[in-house]
């Protein structure tokens, strides 16, 4: 009979240990679930700001081309509220308080079209840099045109 108690005693510790590695994997799943949620939330959350600023960037040079097209000199620019209240383009870039930085480029196709990039980049901590990158182009559209626009295609 002790020989029945021992192996009885010995499975019982067998089932101890097991149950709490098995606890403790779960504990430890639902902790990175938990961890890892929240960072990817937090990745999101920075990247849709990042593509809030770069859109910011594209409508300032929207704003100015509807005031004067000659304002979108070409080169980089960081974008920024003038002391009149309107958009206005400001040294090579601009850097948010938290910690976004904005360029626009301006390059200019032709004297009334220009092609737009801004780029904001950010700093995620450990994981390394983000950068958001948005493309347009725009035209001076109170230029005039030198030949009526025809929709029909070319004659072969």
Same mark, same amino acid.
Do not use: C, N
């Given at each position: 009979?002790?020989?029945?108690?021992?192996?009885?005693?010995?499975?019982?510790?067998?089932?101890?240990?097991?149950?709490?590695?098995?606890?403790?994997?779960?504990?430890?799943?639902?902790?990175?679930?938990?961890?890892?949620?929240?960072?990817?939330?937090?990745?999101?959350?920075?990247?849709?700001?990042?593509?809030?600023?770069?859109?910011?960037?594209?409508?300032?040079?929207?704003?100015?081309?509807?005031?004067?097209?000659?304002?979108?000199?070409?080169?980089?620019?960081?974008?920024?509220?003038?002391?009149?209240?309107?958009?206005?383009?400001?040294?090579?870039?601009?850097?948010?308080? &938290?910690?976004? @930085? *904005?360029?626009?480029? /301006?390059?200019? +196709?032709?004297?009334?079209?220009?092609?737009?990039? !801004?780029? #904001?980049?950010? &700093?995620?901590? @450990? *994981?390394?840099?983000? /950068?958001?990158? +948005?493309?347009?182009?725009?035209?001076?559209?109170? !230029?005039? #045109?030198?030949?009526?626009?025809?929709?029909?295609?070319?004659?072969?």
């Amino acid at each position: 009979m002790m020989y029945g108690m021992e192996h009885k005693e010995g499975f019982i510790l067998v089932e101890i240990l097991l149950g709490v590695a098995l606890f403790a994997t779960l504990i430890t799943a639902a902790f990175l679930i938990m961890f890892l949620g929240e960072s990817a939330s937090i990745h999101s959350g920075d990247r849709f700001r990042a593509a809030f600023l770069a859109e910011r960037a594209l409508d300032t040079a929207r704003s100015l081309r509807e005031e004067e097209f000659l304002q979108l000199t070409q080169g980089t620019h960081g974008v920024d509220i003038g002391p009149e209240g309107t958009w206005v383009l400001s040294g090579s870039e601009f850097q948010t308080d &938290d910690g976004y @930085t *904005v360029r626009l480029a /301006i390059t200019r +196709l032709a004297s009334d079209w220009a092609s737009l990039q !801004a780029d #904001v980049r950010w &700093d995620h901590g @450990t *994981v390394g840099e983000g /950068i958001v990158t +948005l493309h347009a182009e725009i035209t001076d559209w109170r !230029a005039p #045109v030198g030949e009526a626009w025809d929709p029909s295609p070319p004659p072969p």
